[in-house]
C-alpha cells in the first residue's frame, strides 16, 4: 500500500516534469499576462484610445484621452506608430484593437510604458511597413537578447525611437530598450507561470480597463496617502465609462477584502450614503473626506474597538483617557463626518471638521466633555463672529483621537455651531474664513456642476476620498514620488499643456460588504473649456453710468460672477454711491474726500454681517450693508494726525478681539482700530522715527500677532503683540563698506510663510536674507540695466507670496525670487502707473499693469492675459470664478463702473 502510494506520487511529479517541459519547448498560443514583466505598476487597455475625438468633444465632455496616464500611454504609442506610417494608415490599423498597456520603474525619476496591440495575419503589409521604414528617415537595427530577436527603430540622426518584438499574436513594443529587454527575458523565463490577467470588459459601454497597485492611488491624497490605503483594497481592477453628464469617467470594481476587515468592520451594517450636507462644503475646499453614517450607535462601537486596538500608542492612551465620554459623542452623530482641507495661499494646513448631528447640542456639549477629560479647562470666553459663537479648546489633535489618524492636523480646535451641525477648525482664521463662505453663500450646494456631481456622478459609499487638481498650493502633483511628477508633468504636443491640466476632480469610493470592497474612482472636470472664439477675450458684461465723474476705485462686496454682487462708487460731488445688483444707483451719503485705502471686511458691528472699513485722507468710514432694504449705513471715526492712509490691515491672530484693523503712522508707529472706544490706539512704537514701507506684514504665532515693519533707512522692526520687539530688533541693516551706495529702501521686508529667513531688498538691488535676529545672511546684488531704475520687494495683495520689482518712471521689470527676470513692460506714462501682484485661487496668479487711462494683465511669465486694453482711471478689482474659469474685472473710468469678464481656460 505504501509503496504504490510513493509510485504514485512519483508519477505524477514526473508527469508534472514532463508538462512543464513541453510546456516551455511548445508554448501554447500567448496572452498579454505571458508577457508582462513583473512589477507593473499599473495595466490598462482599451480599443478606441487612438481614436481621433473632436475639438468640441474635447472641449464640451471628458474624453479617454484627456485623463494624464491614458494620454501619456496614447503618445508613447502615437511617437512609434507614425514613425513609419501616415494617419490613415495608422487609424485604420488600431482601429478596434484591444491594445493593452502596462506601466513600469526603470529607475528613481523614471517611469515607461510597454504596449502590446494584438496583430493577425492580416497585418503583414502594416508589419512588413514598420520592419522596412523608408531609408530616408528611419532604419531598423535587431539584436538578441535572452534568446529574443529585438528590432530597435532609429531615426536617420540615429535618436531611438522605440525597440519592439514580433510574436505570432502581439506587437509589443516600448520607448525604452530597457523594458522590451525584460519582456524578453520574460517570455524565455524557465519554467514560467502565468501571471493572473485582469478580466478587462471592452465594449460600447466599458471604454476601458485599469488595473492598479493600491499604493499608486494612496499617492494623490498627500501626506495622509498611507491612511487612505487603509480604506483601499488589495487589488484594484476598474472598468470605466461615462457618467450621465458626460464630464466624468467612473471606474467601478468589485475585489476582495483581503487584509481589511479591521476598516470593514468598521462599515458593518451601515448603509452607504452619499453626501447629503453639500450646503456645509466651502467653495475653496482642495481635498474632502467622508464617512457616511446610517447607525450612528452601532458606527460608534466599531470605532471604539478600531481605536482601542490603534497601531499609534499615542492614540490608544489617548483613547484609554476619553473613552467613558466617547459613547454619547457617538451616538449624537448624523449622516456625515466631513474634514475638508482648504486652499492654502501659504501652503500652511487650513482644515474644517463637519460632524452632522441627530441632537446639535448634545454633540457640541459631549465634544466640550472630552476635552475637559484631558484636562484642559477652557480659559476664554467665546469669540462673536457672523453670529456664531466661536469657542477654543487647546487640546492638540483632538479629532484624530476620536476618529482615527485621517483628521491629525489640529494642533487646536476652534468650535462652534451652525443649526445642528459642529464645525471644528484649526485655526481662528480657518473658522473665520470658512464663516465668510457660508455667508455669501459659497458652498458646493451653491454650485449647479458641483452639486450634479455629488447627487448623479459619485455613488453611495461608506467612505469618500475627493481631491480638486490644479487648486492654488496644494497642486496634488508637487506631493507624487519624482518619477510619477515626470511622467504625468510631459506636455501635449497638440494641446502644448499637460493632460493633468485637463483633469480638476479625482475620488476615490469605497463600500464594504462581508466579502467584497465595491470601489469606485470618478476622474474628470465640472468647469466648461472655452472654445478659441472667446478664449482670452475681454468682454464688457455691464456697464453703470454716473452723472458726475469717479474719484476713487469702486469698492466690491460680495461676488462678482453672481447676480449678488453690489458694489460702491464715489463721485467728485463727494457722494457716496451705492450700486445694486439690479443697477440701481441710491446716493447714501457724503464723504470728506477720495477712499485712498483698500477695503477691509470685517465683523465690527458683531451684528451677524461683515461691515466694509475704508479710509479718506482724514477719516476711516464703517459701510455696514443692510441688502434686504438696499441701503448702506455709513459710520465714520477720525484718524489721528500723521496716520497713512492707504493701507488697512487685519490683525490676523491678534489675542485683542476688539483690535479689528491696524494702520501705520508717518512716524513708523502702528496705530490699532479699537471697536469698542471706536477710536485709534498706538499698538506699537518705533524707537526710530520715519514712515513704514507698505505693507507691513501682520504674523500669526502662537502666541498672538507679530508685526514686521522696514523703514526707509535700513531700521527693520519686530514687534510683538504687546507692543515690545522682539530680542535684537530694531534691526539696523547698514552697508559693508564706505564704497558701497547709501542703504536706503523703497519696498516692505516678508517673512514667508513657513521659512525662517526675512527676505528684502535695497533699491539698489542688493537682495538680502535676514535672520530671525536681524542678521545678515546672504547678500546679493542684483544686475543693475539702467542707474535711475529702484527695486523693491512687491508681495501680492494677501501677502502670501513675493516677486521682486524694478521700476524706473516709465518701465518695469517683474523679477522672480532669485532675481532671474520674468519679464518687463515698457513705454508707460511717467508718474500714472500703477502695477500689483494679485493671488486669486485655484492655481491663478496675474500682474496687473495700470499706465495712464489703461490696464494690461499678464500672467507671471509675462503672457499677456487680455487682448485689448481695459479702461481704468483707478487699479481694477479682480476676481476669478473657478466655476466657470472666468476672470472678473471691475473697473472705474470716468464717469462709469465696466465689469469685464475674460475667459481664460
Avoid at 545672511?777 to 542707474?787: G, I, N, W
Avoid at 485655484?842 to 490696464?855: P, Q
Wanted: hydrophobic content about 40%; proline content about 5%; some cysteine.
Amino acid at each position: 500500500m505504501n509503496k504504490r502510494f510513493w509510485i504514485g506520487v512519483g508519477s505524477i511529479f514526473l508527469l508534472a516534469i514532463g508538462w512543464l517541459g513541453y510546456r516551455q519547448l511548445f508554448p501554447a498560443s500567448r496572452t498579454v499576462g505571458s508577457l508582462v514583466p513583473s512589477g507593473a505598476l499599473l495595466v490598462l487597455a482599451s480599443d478606441r484610445l487612438q481614436d481621433t475625438v473632436s475639438a468640441r468633444v474635447l472641449r464640451t465632455q471628458i474624453s479617454l484621452r484627456q485623463l494624464p496616464i491614458f494620454d501619456e500611454a496614447r503618445q508613447k504609442l502615437d511617437r512609434f506608430l507614425y514613425s513609419t506610417a501616415d494617419s490613415a494608415t495608422v487609424l485604420k490599423f488600431v482601429a478596434g484593437r484591444n491594445i493593452r498597456y502596462s506601466l513600469h520603474s526603470i529607475s528613481k525619476t523614471t517611469l515607461d510604458f510597454i504596449f502590446y496591440v494584438p496583430i493577425t495575419a492580416s497585418d503583414q503589409a502594416f508589419l512588413s511597413r514598420l520592419t522596412n521604414p523608408d531609408p530616408r528617415q528611419y532604419r531598423v537595427l535587431n539584436h538578441t537578447f535572452a534568446g529574443e530577436k529585438i528590432l530597435d527603430l532609429v531615426a536617420r540622426g540615429n535618436e531611438p525611437v522605440g525597440s519592439f518584438i514580433l510574436t505570432d499574436d502581439f506587437l509589443v513594443g516600448s520607448v525604452s530598450g530597457i523594458l522590451i529587454e525584460n519582456v524578453a527575458k520574460r517570455m524565455h523565463q524557465s519554467l514560467k507561470l502565468t501571471l493572473t490577467e485582469p478580466d478587462f470588459r471592452v465594449d460600447a459601454d466599458h471604454l476601458a480597463g485599469l488595473s492598479v497597485r493600491p499604493e499608486v492611488l494612496q499617492s494623490l491624497f498627500s501626506n495622509v496617502g498611507s491612511l487612505v490605503r487603509l480604506f483601499l483594497p488589495e487589488e484594484l481592477n476598474l472598468q470605466f465609462r461615462q457618467s450621465a453628464s458626460r464630464s466624468h469617467l467612473i471606474g467601478y470594481a468589485v475585489d476582495q477584502i483581503g487584509n481589511r476587515r479591521d476598516v470593514a468592520a468598521l462599515f458593518a451594517n451601515q448603509t452607504p450614503q452619499r453626501i447629503q450636507h453639500a450646503y456645509l462644503i466651502p467653495q475653496t475646499t482642495a481635498t474632502l473626506y467622508h464617512i457616511g453614517i446610517s447607525d450612528a450607535p452601532r458606527f460608534g462601537e466599531s470605532l471604539s474597538k478600531l481605536l482601542g486596538s490603534a497601531s499609534s500608542g499615542f492614540l490608544r492612551e489617548r483613547f484609554s483617557q476619553i473613552e467613558p465620554e466617547t459613547k454619547a459623542l457617538y451616538q449624537s452623530l448624523g449622516s456625515d463626518i466631513i474634514l475638508c482641507r482648504l486652499e492654502s495661499p501659504t501652503g500652511s494646513l487650513r482644515q474644517i471638521l463637519i460632524l452632522t448631528a441627530q441632537n446639535g447640542k448634545q454633540l457640541a456639549n459631549a465634544y466640550q466633555q472630552v476635552a475637559y477629560r484631558l484636562g484642559k479647562k477652557i480659559a476664554t470666553s467665546p469669540k462673536s463672529y457672523l453670529a456664531h459663537k466661536m469657542l477654543l479648546l487647546n487640546v492638540p489633535e483632538l479629532p484624530a483621537s476620536l476618529f482615527s489618524s485621517l483628521f491629525t492636523g489640529f494642533s487646536q480646535s476652534w468650535i462652534t455651531q451652525h443649526g445642528s451641525s459642529l464645525i471644528v477648525a484649526n485655526s481662528e482664521d480657518a473658522m473665520q474664513d470658512y464663516l465668510q463662505q457660508l455667508q455669501r453663500g459659497a458652498v458646493w450646494s451653491a454650485d449647479e456642476r458641483q452639486a450634479e456631481l455629488l447627487k448623479a456622478t459619485l455613488r453611495p459609499a461608506n467612505f469618500t476620498a475627493f481631491a480638486r487638481l490644479n487648486r492654488g498650493q496644494t497642486n496634488v502633483l508637487t506631493s507624487w514620488p519624482l518619477a510619477w511628477q515626470n511622467l504625468l508633468d510631459q506636455p501635449d504636443p497638440a494641446t502644448g499643456s499637460p493632460a493633468l491640466a485637463n483633469l480638476e476632480n479625482m475620488a476615490y469610493q469605497a463600500s464594504y460588504g462581508n466579502e467584497n470592497i465595491q470601489s469606485t474612482v470618478v476622474l474628470g472636470r465640472t468647469t466648461r473649456r472655452a472654445s478659441s472664439a472667446v478664449l482670452n477675450k475681454l468682454l464688457l458684461q455691464k456697464k453703470t453710468e454716473f452723472n458726475a465723474p469717479l474719484i476713487s476705485a469702486p469698492i466690491v462686496t460680495g461676488t462678482l460672477s453672481t447676480s449678488s454682487a453690489q458694489f460702491y462708487a464715489q463721485n467728485n460731488a463727494g457722494q457716496f454711491v451705492l450700486v445694486t445688483p439690479e443697477g440701481d444707483k441710491l446716493v447714501q451719503n457724503n464723504t470728506d474726500g477720495p477712499i485712498r485705502s483698500n477695503a477691509l471686511g470685517v465683523d465690527f458691528l458683531n451684528n451677524g454681517r461683515l461691515q466694509y472699513l475704508f479710509m479718506t485722507d482724514r477719516t476711516l468710514y464703517i459701510a455696514d450693508p443692510v441688502r434686504t432694504l438696499k441701503q448702506v449705513a455709513l459710520q465714520s471715526i477720525p484718524l489721528p494726525k500723521g496716520i497713512d492712509a492707504s493701507f488697512l490691515a487685519r490683525p490676523r491672530g491678534s489675542q485683542q478681539r476688539n483690535m479689528v484693523a491696524l494702520v501705520a503712522h508717518e512716524d513708523g508707529h502702528i496705530y490699532a482700530l479699537d471697536r469698542q472706544r471706536r477710536t485709534f490706539v498706538r499698538l506699537m512704537t518705533a524707537p526710530h522715527k520715519g514712515a513704514l514701507q507698505l505693507p507691513f506684514q501682520v504674523i500669526v504665532t502662537p502666541t498672538g500677532m507679530d508685526v514686521l515693519g522696514m523703514q526707509s533707512d535700513g531700521t527693520l522692526n519686530h514687534w510683538r503683540e504687546n507692543g515690545t520687539q522682539s530680542p535684537h530688533f530694531p534691526s539696523r541693516i547698514e552697508r559693508t563698506n564706505e564704497e558701497e551706495p547709501e542703504i536706503r529702501f523703497a519696498g516692505p521686508a516678508l517673512l514667508p510663510p513657513g521659512q525662517t529667513q526675512i527676505r528684502t531688498i535695497t533699491d539698489e538691488g542688493q537682495l538680502l536674507a535676514l535672520t530671525l535676529n536681524g542678521l545678515v545672511a546672504k547678500r546679493t546684488q542684483l544686475y543693475r540695466p539702467v542707474r535711475n531704475g529702484s527695486f523693491r520687494l512687491f508681495p501680492d495683495e494677501d501677502q502670501t507670496n513675493w516677486l521682486l520689482l524694478r521700476t524706473t518712471d516709465t518701465e518695469i521689470a517683474v523679477l522672480d525670487q532669485q532675481g532671474r527676470r520674468q519679464f518687463d513692460v515698457r513705454a508707460l506714462q511717467s508718474g500714472r502707473n500703477n502695477v500689483r501682484y494679485h493671488r486669486l485661487g485655484a492655481g491663478i496668479e496675474l500682474i496687473s499693469v495700470k499706465s495712464g487711462g489703461f490696464t494690461m494683465l499678464y500672467n507671471l511669465n509675462g503672457r499677456i492675459v487680455n487682448d485689448r486694453p481695459i479702461p481704468s482711471d483707478f487699479p481694477v478689482a479682480l476676481q476669478f470664478d473657478e466655476r466657470t474659469n472666468e476672470l472678473y474685472i471691475l473697473s472705474g473710468a470716468q464717469q462709469a463702473v465696466q465689469l469685464f469678464s475674460i475667459r481664460l481656460r
